[in-house]
Structures are given as structure tokens and as C-alpha cells.
């Protein structure tokens, strides 16, 4: 009988012994799947950093002011460096000069923002990019940017259509559509917005457009309710 009443201690010393193995083993494997993570995970935390944060807004700003004073530049030498931009660099006269305030590179962009697209409306984006800018600077939006974008598009979209509706005249027979003022004011998409306005809806027309869109910035940017 003595003998049957020691087995009953040993079997409960083995089963503690068990569990606390596999309690080991489990945690052992845990660390181990943790060591692996943090292995495997790349370090992102310069992103968070200030000193990244001021990189990168700073040069988004001078990207910005770069472009901004490109595309103004442009709006004046535009006639002349165009010529060059367009012209064979086999057959171009190395003494000439671009007359861009930044250069080749900067008639370049001027002529994207402004002659092949939105003309003096472009500068809008530099504009933009410049409030990106700032905001991963230092954590502040200077203007509300929703509504930057809203004018944004607002001005793309009048400016041009405006400036070439005042400055523009019209052939009698052939019904063509001339420009009298710089291209570069108005850009290819407000000379194609005049010429299909002008088109479709008449003189009389287009002007009404205008003051449609005048009207409706002034509506949703100061009318309260």
C-alpha cells in the first residue's frame, strides 16, 4: 500500500516538469519569432525625423520658386528661347543665349507651364508646391488648401479664357481664330478653350460663360449660408 501511495507525488512532479517545458518552449518561440520581425523589418524612422522633414520640404520649396520664376521669365523671353527649344542642337548657333532667368532648364519648364499648357494660370502650381513645401517644413498650411485648389482650378480655367477672349480676332471668311496678345499668356489649353467657346458658343456667348464663372467664384468663396 506505501508503495502505491508514493507513485501518486511523482506522476504530479512529472506533469509540472512537462508544462513548464512547453511554457519554455513556447516562449522561447515567441522570442524567437520577435528577434525575426525585427530582423526582417526595415528602419523607416528617418522619416520622422525633423532634420528629413526640413530636407525635403525645403526642397520641394525651391523646386517651387524655381519653376515659379521660370515660368514669369518665359511669359517675357519666351519668344526667343522657344526658337531654341525647337530648333536642331546640330544646326543651332552656339553664341546664342537663353534669355530665362534659370537658363535652358528653366525655359524648359516655363514652357510647359505656360506656352504648352494653362499660359499665366500655371503659375498656380508652383504655387502649390510651394505650400507642400512648407507644410512638411514646419507642420503649417499657410493658406487653406482646399480652397487654393478650388481657385486653382477656378484661374486655370477663367484666366486664359479671359485674357484670350480680350486679346483675339476673328477671320471673316475663314472663321480662324488669332491671337493679338503673347502666346504665352494664354498657353495652348486657353487657345483651344477660346476657339471651341467661340465656336460653340458665339461671342455673346463666351461672354456670358465668363461672367458665369466670375459669378461662381464669387459665390462659393464668399456667400455664407
Not at 530582423?39 to 530636407?55: A, H, Q, V
Not at 536642331?88 to 553664341?95: F, G, H, L, N, W
Not at 486657353?190 to 456670358?208: E, K
Amino acid at each position: 500500500m506505501a508503495k502505491k501511495k508514493n507513485k501518486a507525488p511523482e506522476s504530479k512532479n512529472t506533469m509540472k516538469s512537462s508544462e513548464n517545458s512547453t511554457t519554455r518552449n513556447t516562449k522561447n518561440k515567441t522570442k524567437q519569432k520577435h528577434s525575426a520581425k525585427k530582423i526582417s523589418t526595415p528602419k523607416l524612422g528617418f522619416i520622422t525625423d525633423d532634420r528629413f522633414k526640413k530636407i525635403v520640404g525645403g526642397t520641394i520649396v525651391i523646386i517651387s520658386a524655381f519653376l515659379f520664376l521660370s515660368s514669369i521669365s518665359f511669359v517675357f523671353t519666351g519668344q526667343h528661347d522657344l526658337h531654341l527649344l525647337l530648333s536642331d542642337p546640330d544646326t543651332i548657333d552656339t553664341s546664342e543665349r537663353y534669355k530665362n532667368f534659370m537658363g535652358k532648364l528653366g525655359s524648359f519648364c516655363g514652357k510647359i507651364l505656360t506656352h504648352d499648357s494653362f499660359g499665366l494660370a500655371g503659375l498656380t502650381i508652383p504655387v502649390i508646391l510651394a505650400l507642400l513645401g512648407i507644410k512638411v517644413w514646419n507642420g503649417k498650411m499657410l493658406l487653406p488648401f482646399g480652397k487654393t485648389i478650388r481657385f486653382s482650378l477656378w484661374a486655370i480655367l477663367f484666366v486664359p479664357l479671359f485674357i484670350g477672349f480680350v486679346f483675339h480676332d476673328a477671320d471673316e471668311t475663314s472663321g480662324r481664330i488669332m491671337l493679338t496678345c503673347n502666346d504665352n499668356l494664354v498657353g495652348a489649353f486657353g487657345a483651344n478653350l477660346l476657339r471651341w467657346s467661340m465656336f460653340t458658343l458665339g461671342w455673346l456667348g463666351t461672354l456670358f460663360f465668363l461672367f458665369v464663372l466670375f459669378g461662381g467664384l464669387i459665390v462659393i468663396n464668399f456667400y455664407k449660408q
